[in-house]
């Protein structure tokens, strides 16, 4: 959706958020206003039913959350957990069933651009986040229906972070959009986009230990890491820096089933980066969109062919 910026006198565009949902239908949402992204307290969503092609729009104010820009979670139980955002401290849980929006705990630490991820007993952790509430000292905790949200001292953001990051800066690139694989019994792998792989453990206060580096690849913001089968991530893409660089090709395969072990593949046909990686039922990975040179707000070099990636060859 594009809207005219009277601020910076730019074309913006609000980007859409979307779940898949158990019944088939899909959750979309965007910000507190159809066309622009700014104050608090509401979000407009709506929900699409490819069965008949129609959508209904809906203005969520009951939750006081405006879910702009937020980490996304599809719940065991088939519910969305939303958290964080423009209002960034905000946990919201959409209950498809009753097709019901309801309040959830608030974060411990504010956040917007993290990364959540969905532990085996259905708890979520997150990580990272300084588009919104703050930058820096967007550290580890863990949401669970009996006791909210749960700060994991054991779990810094620090040893994420890469040097060629601007969070120390004063900007949200260092620690926004980071790639976290589950891989059971509470243990998750950050897999970037920084070059320095770490495991962690989400259990009791939590730890954070070496997994080694991600190949000879470089930090690659807005690139993908994908589990497309059982204890096998496929990383595409990504860029040095958030805007203003070209973006890279850079493609690999890592193994979690025995440590992390590192394989690099044949490269993407283009560089990619604010691409989108989706697993098909048969296992090949679809990656789609993206650009070749990391800018914000334009369409100018984006890629409009898909690539398909087939594990067996």
Not at 106 to 112: P, T
Not at 227 to 246: F, H, M, R
Not at 288 to 299: E, L, P, R
Request: neutral net charge.
């Amino acid at each position: 959706i594009e809207f005219p910026c009277t601020g910076c006198g730019r074309t913006l565009k609000v980007p859409a958020a979307a779940a898949n949902l158990p019944n088939g239908k899909v959750l979309l949402w965007s910000a507190e206003s159809r066309f622009s992204f700014s104050g608090g307290g509401q979000t407009y969503t709506s929900l699409f039913d490819p069965a008949t092609s129609t959508a209904a729009e809906t203005l969520i104010s009951n939750t006081g959350h405006n879910m702009f820009c937020p980490g996304t979670s599809n719940l065991p139980d088939g519910r969305v957990l939303v958290s964080g955002g423009i209002d960034a401290a905000n946990t919201s849980l959409y209950n498809a069933a009753t097709n019901t929006w309801s309040s959830a705990a608030q974060m411990n630490i504010a956040r917007g651009y993290q990364a959540n991820c969905v532990l085996q007993d259905g708890s979520v952790f997150t990580l990272g986040g300084s588009w919104s509430g703050g930058v820096g000292g967007k550290h580890g905790e863990v949401w669970s229906e009996a006791q909210g949200w749960r700060r994991l001292a054991g779990v810094p953001v620090t040893s994420m972070l890469s040097v060629a990051t601007n969070t120390a800066n004063g900007t949200f690139d260092g620690d926004s959009h980071f790639w976290l694989i589950p891989a059971g019994n509470g243990k998750v792998l950050y897999a970037g986009p920084g070059v320095n792989m770490q495991w962690i453990d989400t259990r009791g206060a939590g730890s954070v230990a070496p997994a080694g580096p991600r190949g000879d690849d470089e930090f690659s913001v807005n690139g993908n890491a994908v589990l497309y089968d059982i204890g096998k991530v496929l990383k595409v893409g990504g860029a040095p820096a958030y805007e203003d660089t070209n973006a890279n090709a850079n493609s690999y395969v890592i193994d979690i089933n025995a440590g992390a072990s590192v394989r690099k593949i044949a490269p993407t046909i283009y560089p990619r980066t604010k691409h989108n990686s989706v697993v098909l039922p048969n296992g090949q990975v679809m990656i789609v969109g993206g650009m070749t040179f990391a800018k914000d707000f334009t369409d100018n070099t984006a890629v409009l062919r898909a690539e398909l990636f087939d594990p067996a060859t």
